[in-house]
């Protein structure tokens, strides 16, 4: 059985569960978590589900939760589960638990929480639906973290820690406070101006008035995280921004985006975009695009605004594709 909602590894183990009323689960069945790994005696690696019953086990009117060893040898763990509200404090506990668990073996409550209990509070337990269960663990290590995510983690607080900040960018209407050598290794055009004699580096203070700010703290987060939040809503404006700062890793990663997600509202505007910022990858897959739906395109009117060396070029594909 393929795990139901998420889990995501945090001081200890969280499983978010989406649409939880609406889950088409009778009394007596069960849905599944994604297997999550612990380390357990002798550094043996142990898999873990829940099994949740949203209508009961063996009790009805109480949801039912119990975790299970799926593969593993035995291992003892000590444990407390618990459900958080929106404010991600507990709503539900409980008391901490110290079993042993053998392979294929689980321990857990039939009577977990009273289904009633779940729907009176449902606007605070139950936020846009969704069911939050919180496992503690003691006596088996958590998974030891990637190094690699560690180092991520890490430079992305200092996008919030302004203690050794020695830079700040304006746009608009916002602040950032930043550090000079995380932009200077990521953007050629930062380095230039940081190790020159310019009013900036002088100053400390670099005016950004050509994008948007919601833009900007992308491109700075993605400096220090290789992360976007909005990636969707802002690829095209992110795409210019990374190639006005000579970034090539954000431009390749709006790029990939772009081509997997063309369409016939977007791919004219692409075409340009790819064209005007020399992205061949892109513009080779937006022309191939409009030229498999040149009927598509011929009434559309932002075609008129694709200059006529790309028109030709259109037609011309169009009317031999065996010589593409």
């Not at 209990?117 to 606007?123: A, P, Q, R, V």
């Not at 995280?225 to 006005?244: G, H, P, R």
Request: with cysteine.
């Amino acid at each position: 059985m393929p795990g139901f909602g998420t889990i995501c590894q945090m001081p200890s183990f969280q499983w978010k569960i989406q649409n939880f009323w609406n889950l088409n689960v009778n009394y007596g069945n069960f849905i599944e978590s994604p297997q999550f790994t612990l380390i357990g005696e002798k550094g043996m690696l142990e898999k873990f589900v829940f099994k949740l019953y949203p209508k009961g086990s063996t009790v009805a009117d109480w949801v039912g939760l119990y975790l299970i060893l799926v593969d593993g040898t035995k291992c003892t763990v000590s444990f407390k589960l618990s459900i958080l509200d929106k404010y991600e404090k507990l709503f539900q506990v409980c008391k901490d638990y110290h079993r042993i668990f053998h392979s294929k073996t689980g321990y857990g409550f039939p009577k977990f929480v009273e289904i009633n209990k779940l729907k009176s509070h449902k606007e605070i337990v139950l936020p846009n639906g969704t069911l939050t269960i919180l496992v503690e663990l003691n006596g088996v290590k958590n998974k030891p973290k990637d190094p690699t995510m560690c180092l991520v983690v890490d430079l992305e607080k200092l996008t919030s820690n302004e203690d050794f900040s020695d830079v700040e960018i304006h746009c608009k209407d916002i602040r950032l406070k930043c550090h000079k050598a995380i932009l200077a290794s990521r953007s050629s055009v930062f380095q230039a101006m940081f190790t020159n004699p310019c009013k900036e580096n002088q100053t400390g203070i670099v005016n950004i008035n050509d994008m948007e700010p919601e833009v900007l703290q992308d491109l700075i987060t993605f400096m220090y995280s290789c992360k976007v939040k909005k990636l969707k809503e802002n690829v095209a404006d992110l795409f210019i921004a990374a190639d006005m700062y000579m970034m090539e890793s954000l431009k390749d990663m709006c790029t990939t985006y772009m081509v997997k997600n063309l369409t016939n509202e977007n791919a004219i505007s692409y075409l340009n975009l790819a064209d005007g910022h020399n992205s061949k990858m892109l513009r080779e897959a937006a022309m191939n695009y409009i030229v498999e739906n040149i009927n598509d395109f011929m009434e559309r009117p932002e075609l008129k605004n694709v200059s006529q060396e790309l028109v030709i070029e259109i037609m011309k594909k169009a009317l031999n594709p065996t010589k593409n």
